[in-house]
């Protein structure tokens, strides 16, 4: 299992990857400075769609973005 360090390592990289350092450091900058909770933000996003839009929406997202990186996959 991963500690704290490792899961911080591995998630700071995969936004680098993504975004640049400084658009990682600006997320994480916001994420901090507001009341955030991701867990209910995507609840709540995903508590409004059925298993079919669900589904659908996945296949999209991994179609149009394929994993091309060197992030770590757990």
Known sequence: M????????????C???KLGIVDAERFVALI?????????WRREYFDKMNLEQLSAEAKEYAKNHPHEGNGIRL
Do not use: P, Q, W
């Open 2 to 13: 991963s500690n704290t360090a490792e899961i911080m390592d591995a998630g700071f990289s």
């Open 15 to 17: 936004l680098i990857e």
């Open 32 to 40: 901090k400075r507001e009341n955030f909770d991701y867990t209910i």
